[in-house]
C-alpha cells in the first residue's frame, strides 16, 4: 500500500509539473511576450505625457526589454518544470504529437536565449554591422512568437480534460492577434501617409492664428497637437490588447488545472 501511495504521489506531482509548465507558458507567451514584440515594432514613438524617456532610455525601449526579460524567465522556468516533469528524458518520436511539441517548445526555449545573448553583446547603433544585429533580433523573436502558437495548439488537442474550451480559447487568441496587429498596422499606415499633408495644412492655420509666436516655438506646438492622436490611439490599442491577452489568459489556466 505504501509503494501504491507512493506511485499515486508521484503521478500526482507529475501533474502539478505538467499544469505548472503548461501556466508559466501560458503567461509568457501570451502576455508577455506579444506585448513586448508588439512594443517593439508599434511604440517606438510613443510618449506618456510629455516624457519619452525613462531611466534615461526610450519609453519604448524600457517596457519591451522589462516585459520580454519576463517571458524569458518564464519560458526558462517552463522548460525546468517540464525536465523536472519527465525526469530529464526527452520525449520519445513514437509519441506523435507530444514530440513535435517537444521540438518545437526546444526551439523556443533557443530561441529565447539567442535573444539574451545578442541583446547583451549587441554592437553599437552607429555600427556598419549594426543592421545584421537588428534583422537577426526581429527574425529569431518572430519566429519564437510564431511557433508559440502551434507549439500549445499541438499540446492541447491531446489534452484529456477541457479539449473543447481549450481550442477554442486558443482560436480566439489566435485571431486576436491577427486583429490587434491589422488594427496597429493600420494606424502607424494612416498617419504616416497623412503626416505631411496633415502637418503643413495645420502648421498654417497656427501661423493665421498665432502670427506672434516664434517659428519654432510654432512648429513644436503643431508638432505635438498632430502627434497626440496616433500616440492616443496606440496607446489604447495597446491597453486593449493587455485586456484581452489577461482575459483569454485566465479561463485557459483554469481549464488547465480542472
Known amino acids: 500500500m505504501s509503494t501504491a501511495a507512493a506511485n499515486g504521489r508521484?503521478?500526482?506531482?507529475?501533474?502539478?509539473?505538467?499544469?505548472?509548465?503548461?501556466?508559466?507558458?501560458?503567461?509568457?507567451?501570451?502576455?508577455f511576450a506579444s506585448t513586448g514584440i508588439l512594443f517593439a515594432r508599434y511604440g517606438r514613438s510613443l510618449h506618456i505625457g510629455n516624457k519619452q524617456k525613462f531611466l534615461g532610455e526610450s519609453i519604448w525601449f524600457q517596457v519591451?526589454?522589462?516585459?520580454?526579460?519576463?517571458?524569458?524567465?518564464?519560458?526558462?522556468?517552463?522548460?525546468?518544470?517540464?525536465l523536472a516533469e519527465v525526469n530529464g528524458?526527452?520525449?520519445?518520436?513514437?509519441?506523435?504529437?507530444?514530440?513535435?511539441?517537444s521540438v518545437l517548445g526546444g526551439i523556443i526555449v533557443c530561441c529565447a536565449l539567442l535573444q539574451v545573448s545578442m541583446a547583451l553583446f549587441r554592437c553599437h547603433p552607429d555600427s556598419p554591422f549594426r543592421f545584421v544585429y537588428n534583422?537577426?533580433?526581429?527574425?529569431?523573436?518572430?519566429?519564437?512568437?510564431?511557433?508559440?502558437?502551434?507549439?500549445?495548439?499541438?499540446?492541447i488537442?491531446?489534452?484529456?480534460?477541457?479539449?473543447?474550451?481549450?481550442?477554442?480559447?486558443m482560436s480566439l487568441w489566435s485571431a486576436w492577434v491577427l486583429?490587434?496587429?491589422?488594427?496597429?498596422?493600420?494606424?502607424?499606415?494612416?498617419?504616416?501617409?497623412?503626416s505631411p499633408i496633415a502637418y503643413s495644412k495645420e502648421t498654417r492655420e497656427y501661423e493665421l492664428t498665432n502670427s506672434n509666436l516664434p517659428?519654432?516655438?510654432?512648429l513644436q506646438q503643431t508638432e505635438e497637437t498632430h502627434?497626440?492622436?496616433?500616440?492616443?490611439?496606440?496607446?489604447?490599442?495597446?491597453?486593449v490588447h493587455m485586456i484581452v491577452a489577461i482575459a483569454l489568459s485566465i479561463p485557459l489556466i483554469v481549464l488547465i488545472w480542472n
Open 10 to 31: 508521484s503521478r500526482e506531482e507529475k501533474h502539478i509539473l505538467k499544469n505548472a509548465h503548461s501556466t508559466v507558458m501560458v503567461i509568457g507567451w501570451m502576455i
Open 64 to 82: 519591451h526589454r522589462f516585459i520580454l526579460f519576463l517571458a524569458t524567465l518564464a519560458t526558462l522556468l517552463g522548460f525546468l518544470l517540464i
Open 89 to 101: 528524458e526527452w520525449i520519445k518520436l513514437r509519441e506523435g504529437l507530444t514530440f513535435v511539441h
Open 135 to 155: 534583422w537577426c533580433h526581429r527574425a529569431t523573436g518572430f519566429l519564437a512568437f510564431l511557433l508559440s502558437v502551434p507549439t500549445i495548439f499541438i499540446i
Open 157 to 169: 488537442v491531446k489534452w484529456k480534460a477541457n479539449r473543447a474550451g481549450l481550442i477554442v480559447i
Open 179 to 194: 486583429i490587434i496587429v491589422v488594427l496597429l498596422e493600420i494606424v502607424r499606415l494612416y498617419f504616416s501617409r497623412m
Open 215 to 218: 517659428p519654432t516655438l510654432m
Open 227 to 239: 502627434n497626440r492622436l496616433p500616440n492616443n490611439i496606440i496607446l489604447m490599442l495597446f491597453f
